[in-house]
């Protein structure tokens, strides 16, 4: 199988709007009784091909959010988009999650599940049929999504890394 070059963007030269995913309220215990912290998941993109997602742990929720932010936008990936929607069919997987994804025509809107519509939203993905299988943890399940949409390639892209001319791609 050949390697997969994923494409990392800088920050400094987009917008990004951040979504929250998941906000957890963990307790650790300890001999004074337990004491309470907060983990948050946060999906950031440009909604135009770009997107992140990060994890931020802290003892304020609002501390654990700019954290997850922040943790997003080291782990920027651009994403093929084809006509509002994905350029074909992947699966993707990340531990005990699994994803798939499939194009689908124009209106007929983002169908997937609360953590994956989170992701492809943000990368501006307007119509596209997905569904989660196996894990519903929304840590494996952003992991997954993001796992699957780097996976995709254009047929641009296709044609270049082959050596080949853009029609041969699509003739055989």
């Known amino acids: 199988m050949s390697t997969i070059n994923i494409k990392r963007v800088k920050t400094s030269e987009i917008e990004l709007k951040d979504r929250l995913v998941s906000i957890q309220r963990v307790a650790k215990v300890t001999k004074g009784g337990r004491t309470f912290s907060f983990s948050a998941i946060v999906v950031v993109g440009d909604e135009n091909g770009v997107v992140g997602y990060g994890l931020g742990k802290a003892k304020e929720v609002t501390e654990a959010i700019a954290k997850g932010i922040d943790d997003a936008k080291k782990n920027l990936v651009k994403v093929p988009i084809l006509h509002g929607t994905v350029p074909h069919e992947q699966i993707g997987k990340f531990s005990g ?20 519509r989170a992701v492809l939203e943000s990368a501006g993905i307007h119509n596209v049929l997905a569904k989660s ?3 519903s943890n929304p840590h494996n399940v952003v992991k997954a999504t993001v796992d699957a949409l780097t996976k995709m390639r254009d047929a641009y892209t296709v044609a270049q890394h082959r050596g080949v001319d853009l029609n041969k791609v699509f003739n055989g």
């Not at 999650?97 to 994956?116: C, D, E, N, Q, R």
């Open 133 to 135: 299988k196996g894990s």
């Open 97 to 116: 999650g699994f994803v798939l994804i499939k194009p689908a025509a124009v209106g007929t809107g983002v169908i997937a599940g609360g953590a994956m």
